[in-house]
């Protein structure tokens, strides 16, 4: 096994799909290197349920035959080179410092175990694809829909908590709208994102004025904004009985959440993910890695998937104004500096 070529996928250790959309492009690059990925989620994992157990195995099947501890061998080389045979089942070794993680080394080490746990898009891992490649020339979307179908199998329990919800409540009442709306933490990550969400109303009448839609099924972290829908939508809303946080505040995120079973609160994002990518069509949230991963779950007409992104000219409003704060801000601390240290400033 001394020719042996694995790549070790860990957790990212952010939220769910975001760790997917890590591993999904770590994926890429075991493709790209002839490597057989291996992936392990440890306690770092936000869906981690115990310190032994692999978490992404909670939820999918493993992507290779192969395990953790076929990967720690002693007489195996490593790279980075602050792992070896004895400290790779650990976390966060130097992440931090991203020392010896640029895609570069990472893509052209001849160690028998690469270890990746820190997360690169696709464009840059895409810049290694060549001409032989059967990737060369697709999009990210197209190689990401490729990859999922190819590597990501369901636990047969999510699979069938997922039909039932499916045969109860959507498969007869098409057309149907799915609806993803974020609340919580994404107020601090996008811009104006209130605003951004009172456009979806507008594509909603689109859609039901263009496609008849029977029925709207929402997810969302938000309890507030379910509760929103449900009053102007009425019977048209369908959701799952997923937690959700109480109010769009950063501290209240629902993958931070501390469930008594984390198990569940990964099955809940799943769960909803996929009921979502069984619509036949979808508005979704373009920062979000939830719509993301609805888009790359299936592979959608044009005409039936809307992601929600601030427009170029709000961009450069929300910018201006950015600064003017950021202005203000720096002239007000100046001014408190110099009232609690008039010494500095020729005062007494």
């Known amino acids: 096994m001394s020719d042996a070529r694995f790549l070790l996928i860990k957790a990212w250790g952010w939220g769910f799909w975001a760790d997917m959309d890590h591993l999904v492009g770590q994926l890429l690059v075991a493709e790209l290197t002839n490597r057989i990925p291996v992936v392990s989620w440890g306690m770092n994992s936000l869906y981690s349920d115990t310190i032994i157990a692999n978490a992404f195995e909670l939820y999918y099947e493993p992507v290779s035959n192969y395990t953790l501890r076929d990967v720690a061998r002693p007489e195996f080389t490593f790279y980075p080179p602050m792992w070896n045979y004895v400290n790779i089942m650990i976390e966060d070794l130097d992440k931090i410092t991203y020392t010896y993680r640029d895609i570069g080394t990472l893509m052209s080490s001849n160690a028998n175990v690469v270890v990746s746990d820190v997360h690169f898009f696709a464009r ?4 290694y694809i060549k001409k032989d490649h059967w990737t060369y020339g697709m999009t990210p979307l197209q190689i990401y829909r490729i990859l999922i179908q190819k590597y990501l199998r369901l636990k047969p329990d999510i699979l069938l908590k997922i ?6 409540y959507l498969k007869d009442n098409t057309p149907l709208l799915g609806v993803h709306v974020r609340g919580t933490d994404k107020i601090i990550e996008v811009a104006n994102l209130p605003y951004l969400n009172k456009r979806y109303h507008y594509e909603i009448k689109e859609y039901r004025e263009q496609y008849d839609i ?16 449900q009053k102007l939508y009425g019977n048209l809303i369908i959701s799952t009985d997923a937690n959700r946080s109480t109010s ?11 469930y008594i079973n984390r198990r569940n609160k990964g099955v809940e994002i799943l769960t909803d993910t996929y009921l979502a990518a069984k619509c036949d069509y979808f508005i979704g949230n373009g920062y979000s890695n939830v719509s993301f991963s609805v888009n790359r779950i299936k592979n959608w007409p044009e005409s039936h998937i809307t992601l929600l992104y601030n427009t170029l000219e709000e961009e450069i409003r929300l910018s201006k104004k950015r600064g003017k704060l950021e202005a203000i801000r720096k002239r007000n601390q100046k001014l408190e500096h110099k009232l609690n240290y008039p010494e500095l400033y020729g005062g007494i």
């Open 163 to 168: 039909e039932e919800f499916n045969n109860k």
């Open 124 to 127: 840059p891992i895409m810049e």
């Open 214 to 229: 029977k029925k709207i099924l929402v997810i969302t972290d938000s309890q507030e904004i379910l509760e929103e829908y």
């Open 248 to 258: 769009n505040s950063e501290h209240d995120a629902t993958q931070v959440d501390n």
